[in-house]
């Protein structure tokens, strides 16, 4: 491997990687601004203030590269590309059941749920013919035995706050795949801003029909809006997409599936969030099995 592509991918695995970070203690963050507002305003207002905190970044370069712009925006008859208004619509169906899911559940274990989807990319990617190693595979089926010790009841239930962060999970890693679709031809800052608008205005109209609106509430809830939203939001999604654009699939799921171990941590912390022995093993389990498909990376 020669030494710039060596660098592009180093540089590629820290901007994933920051991005993980920061997610990971958005799992607190989220898990903390329920005990005031809903959940689809909540994520109502961090996307839309996610993708405000772009918008000097986005006039910046439009007046840099104004032929790209048109081209991201509008296809030649001026309608709006499809194809980006489907990647917001994927994001607000899987940052829904998550956030939704997280109010009935710890912020430790819906981050290490929401991490199975490293477990799905690659099999999803057969679909759509990426090719993938046998080493995920095996990784998969650790990380599929560390959920059931992380989630799965003694009695073979799951709770009502892990199974919609589970059906969260199905809809991140298509999300990770169909980022990896549009960023090969398409400028990464307007794939961020334009999936953030969408989602923010499919959660406010939820929102505004489903859940009571309290202007101070949302003010009491100020910290984790600004954390979610400028943090979370604003960087680091965007760090996802200009990671993925020298990453395989696969291996930036790797990456971002580091989000588990931080929000662990974070609940720990912050949220004095403490797991059982069973748990403690599906955390084991499930970080193992992101390890071991990193270590062998092919």
């Avoid at 060596?6 to 963050?29: E, H, P, Q, T, Y």
């Avoid at 194809?83 to 559940?105: H, P, R, Y």
């Avoid at 990319?121 to 013919?129: D, Q």
């Avoid at 960087?235 to 990671?243: E, K, P, R």
Wanted: include cysteine; proline fraction near 2%; charged fraction near 15%.
């Amino acid at each position: 491997m020669r030494r710039k592509d060596i660098s592009n991918f180093i540089k590629s695995d820290l901007l994933l990687l920051s991005a993980s970070f920061i997610w990971g203690f958005a799992f607190v963050a989220q898990r903390k601004a329920m005990e005031n507002i809903g959940p689809f305003l909540y994520n109502g207002i961090r996307f839309f203030l996610g993708a405000s905190s772009l918008l000097p970044l986005y006039f910046y370069d439009k007046i840099k590269n104004p032929q790209i712009f048109n081209k991201i925006v509008y296809n030649k008859n001026k309608k709006i590309n499809l194809k980006l208004f489907l990647l917001g619509l994927i994001l607000f169906i899987a940052s829904s059941f998550q956030q939704v899911g997280i109010v009935f559940t710890d912020a430790g274990k819906a981050g290490f749920i929401t991490g199975l989807y490293v477990v799905l990319v690659p099999i999803f990617g057969i679909i759509i013919k990426r090719k993938t190693s046998l080493f995920k595979f095996i990784a998969a089926i650790i990380s599929v035995v560390g959920l059931y010790f992380l989630s799965i009841k003694e009695n073979f239930t799951i709770s009502k706050g892990d199974f919609l962060v589970l059906i969260g999970a199905f809809f991140w890693a298509i999300h990770v795949l169909y980022i990896d679709y549009l960023v090969k031809n398409e400028n990464p800052l307007k794939i961020s801003l334009f999936q953030f608008y969408i989602c923010s205005l499919c959660s406010l109209l939820i929102s505004i029909f489903f859940e009571k609106i309290n202007i101070l509430k949302i003010y009491d809830a100020i910290i984790p809006i600004l954390y979610g939203g400028i943090l979370s939001v604003g960087i680091a999604y965007t760090l996802q997409v200009f990671g993925q654009k020298k990453a395989h699939p696969s291996h930036a799921a790797i990456i971002l599936s580091m989000e588990s171990v931080f929000a662990v941590i974070g609940g720990f912390l912050i949220l004095k969030e403490v797991l059982n022995y069973r748990e403690i093993l599906g955390v084991f389990l499930m970080f193992f099995g992101m390890i071991f498909s990193q270590i062998f990376n092919k």
